[in-house]
């Protein structure tokens, strides 16, 4: 099970810390990631973790997102910094449970098999 948790309405250029809690998963076995979605579009993919450690993102939140795994909480934080309003969407967190090395497709929505309820994201310009 994964439950995102951490969402809220934030003022431009602020900060954010998100955190999927990922009950039954071990971090260090599975690809995790972070994707976004605003009302009308498909989900788009933020950024992941491997098992592994390796870790991807979009060009859009390079330098200012940073995934982390938090073992104590057996969690994947998105810390999310210098927010813009185009960052505004509802958050979800992803298992790809068969993938311990960061697949090549680590982008896909597909490659995903669990999912999160998903939390909102508002930054106001």
């Known amino acids: 099970q994964l439950v995102e948790s951490g969402g809220g309405l934030v003022q431009r250029g602020g900060s954010l810390r998100l955190v999927c809690a990922a009950s039954d998963f071990t971090l260090h076995y599975n690809t995790f990631g972070w994707f976004r979605q605003v009302p009308g579009k498909e989900r788009e993919i933020i950024g992941c973790?491997?098992?592994?450690?390796?870790?991807q993102y979009v060009d859009s939140v390079k330098g200012r997102f940073t995934i982390s795994r938090d073992y104590a909480k057996n969690a994947i934080i998105l810390q999310m910094n210098s927010l813009k309003p185009e960052d505004t969407g509802t958050y979800y967190c992803?298992?790809?449970?068969?993938?311990?090395?960061?697949?090549?497709?680590?982008?896909?929505?597909?490659?995903?098999?669990?999912w999160g309820q998903g939390t909102q994201v508002t930054v106001a310009s």
């Open positions: 992803a298992a790809d449970p068969a993938a311990y090395e960061l697949r090549t497709t680590w982008a896909q929505a597909e490659e995903y098999d669990y």
């Open positions: 973790v491997a098992g592994d450690g390796k870790v």
